[in-house]
């Protein structure tokens, strides 16, 4: 569920021409992000053993902050709303289509 107000929220983003648009927008993809991060931590507790697990984050953290610098390029040169909203409607799109294959194949690989 999460995932899929992440991308409606970056849907409201790139489209929405009104700042409160916007701002809905982005609340939803700040909020639900911070709900995913929490089950997939979750998640990862379960299969990391407790003496490898502050490793593990700190690798996990260091390679979510390594897109940071492509990020900030990416918003620099298209910084015009059009360019800007065209970036975000793409790399939602994109994120929603890497959703789907997830699912499709966990639904293909899971036991009957």
Known sequence: MSYALIFAGGLLTALGADAR???AGFLLVIGFDKMFNVYIRAG???IIPPQDYGKTTGV??????????????LVGVFAGF???AGLILGL???????GVLALARKAHHSPP
């Open 82 to 84: 059009r360019e800007t």
């Open 44 to 46: 990862r507790q379960k």
């Open 21 to 23: 648009v916007y701002g």
């Open 92 to 98: 939602s799109i994109a994120m929603a289509a890497l």
């Open 60 to 73: 996990v953290v260091m390679l979510n902050n390594l897109s940071q610098p492509i990020a900030g390029l």
